[in-house]
């Protein structure tokens, strides 16, 4: 963008810089979306409980959209919101209306691929190092809640309707997550495909870590309990994000 005077200038970005911090956060953030979601369906009405997610999701959604560039308290606030209410949504089709997992599946990976073309027709990249307007963080958070949503639908598939479990599934999907990384790193593949990739592998991951960890043994868990779950994870994406804030080490150079 330009002054009056022609001179260019960067604007700030609003998002993180793709680091090892980003991807432990992420991960961690599905865990608690996933265990958090149970918790709260569990404890109190299914129905005020979703209501509640919304709420969270809308008012971190405002916050992050009232900054003008990236800070980790108030991105990171809105991801987490996102996996909770994104993992409610996701399970409102199956438990709710009774939608089958696989077609689940097959719904959300098409609003995935309709929000990545209108994204790209509009701005003519997928790239996260160019979300740098309003309009381009629309599609970037747009984006984000369909992979949230997909990936509780194939992790739910995976453990679920193809008997896997969810320790198994979550090694299933930890193997998958090797090929974006190696056909990033050894094989040079688009980074913006591995990135979106990756990106939506990881939510099965965390999830079913989350799951095995407090669904009771009943159903093949650990049986931790879901509320015990999402407060070691909260504390621990409290104190790396904590980190990031203070250090600045996922600040996108040009901010």
């Not at 916050?63 to 606030?77: E, G, H, K, L, P």
């Not at 209306?97 to 689940?104: A, F």
Request: glycine share 10%; net charge positive.
């Amino acid at each position: 963008m330009t002054d009056r005077r022609g001179i260019a200038h960067a604007r700030a970005l609003r998002v993180p810089e793709i680091t090892i911090y980003f991807w432990i956060v992420k991960g961690l953030s599905t865990g608690l979306g996933e265990s958090t979601s149970d918790f709260l369906v569990r404890t109190i009405h299914p129905v005020p409980a979703v209501l509640l997610g919304f709420c969270g999701f809308t008012i971190s959604l405002a916050v992050q959209f009232s900054t003008r560039r990236y800070i980790a308290w108030t991105y990171w606030f809105a991801v987490v919101m996102v996996g909770i209410f994104g993992t409610m949504a996701a399970d409102v089709l199956h438990v709710g209306l009774g939608v089958p997992y696989l077609v689940s599946t097959t719904l959300y990976a098409i609003a995935l691929a309709a929000v990545f073309a209108t994204w790209h027709a509009s701005e003519h990249t997928l790239s996260v190092h160019s979300i740098d307007t309003p309009l381009r963080e629309v599609f970037y958070w747009s984006a984000v809640v369909a992979t949230f949503a997909l990936g509780t639908a194939i992790g739910d598939l995976a453990a679920i309707t193809l008997d896997l479990g969810y320790f198994g599934s979550m090694l299933l999907f930890a193997g998958v997550m090797v090929v974006p990384v190696v056909g990033y790193r050894r094989l040079h593949w688009n980074p913006i495909l591995t990135f979106w990739m990756a990106y939506v592998v990881t939510r099965p991951v965390g999830a079913s870590l989350a799951d095995w960890l407090g669904k009771p043994s009943s159903a093949n868990g650990l049986g931790w309990g879901s509320g015990r779950v999402s407060v070691a994870l909260a504390l621990a994406i409290t104190g790396v994000v904590t980190y990031l804030a203070v250090t600045r080490k996922d600040v996108q150079q040009g901010l």
